[in-house]
C-alpha cells in the first residue's frame, strides 16, 4: 500500500501541476509515454484532470490506491481527479491515453448534464471490451483526436471538442450498460471530498468561506482544510477559488459578457476586486486573459 505523503501529483505524468490548466484536452500513445519509461508509470494523482486509457491490445497491471488489477485489451479505465495510480506495461501494449481538464466537459454539456455523464465514468474502474462495433467506434475516435492534435490543422481544436463529445458520451454509455448487469467494478472515492466537490459546484458563486462547507459536511474548517490537503494534495480553500477561476475563465473565453457583468456574476463587490483575485490566481487581469485566449 502506497502512503499518500510520498505520491507526486502531476498535470501530465512527469510535468509539475499547472493550477492554470483550463480548456485542456491532450492525447498521446500509450508506448509513447511508457516505453521511455521502462514501461513503468510510478503511483502518482493530477489535481484536477480526468483521464481515459483506451487499450486496444496487450496487457498489464493497474495500481489503484491500494489494489493491483490486472487487465488486457480491449479495455477502457477510468482515472478521476486526485485518485493515486500507476501503470506496469507489457511492451506489446497499443492503444491511447486520453486526458482532459474538468472545465472541458462543464463548457460541452453544461453543468449538470456534464456532471451525469462524468457520474458514469467515475463509478467505473476498468471495463472490459469485446473486439465489437462499441470498441471500433470508441478507437476511431480517439484516433480522430490524436490526428487532429497532432496536425493542428485550422479548426482542429473545435474538431477536438466535437470529438470529445462523443467519445464521453459513446464510453459512458457504455459504462451505464455494464453497471445494469453488475459487470462494473467500483472504484473507491473519498467521499469527503466528493461531497465537497458537489457543494462548491452548486454554490461557489456564493459561498467562498471553508466554515460554510465544512458545516454542511458536519466538520471544522481545519478538519475539512486538513483532510483535503491529505486527499487532493490542495486545501478546501483552494479547491473552492479554482472552482471561481475556472468560471471566470469560461465566461471571459466563451461569451461576450464585459468583464464588470462577469464580476457580478461571481458574487464579486465591484469590478476592481475581481479583477485583483483573478491576477492573484493566473498572473493575467481579465482582460489580458480574454485577449490571449482570442488570438490564439
Known sequence: MVTQSTIPQFHLYGENVDDKAFNLIHIESIRDRSRPLKWTIAPHSHRYLHQVMVVRYGQGVMSVEDRDMPFEGPCLMFLTPTIVHGFQFDPTIEGYVLTFSEDVARSLFGEQTAKNWLDALETSLQIHMSDDDD???????VEDIYDEMSMAREGHRVAMRALLMLFIV???RRARSRMQFN????RRVDST???LRDQIEERFRSTRKVGDYAAVLNMTADRLNEHCKKVAGVTAGHLIRQRVITEAKRQLIFTDLAITEIAYDLNF???SHFSRFFRRYTE???QQFRDHNASS
Do not use: E, G, N, Q
Open 183 to 186: 459487470k462494473v467494478m467500483l
Open 284 to 286: 493575467f487581469t481579465p
Open 269 to 271: 463587490s465591484d469590478p
Open 170 to 172: 459513446s464510453v459512458a
Open 135 to 141: 470498441m471500433a467506434r470508441i478507437y476511431d475516435l
Open 193 to 195: 471530498v466528493k461531497r
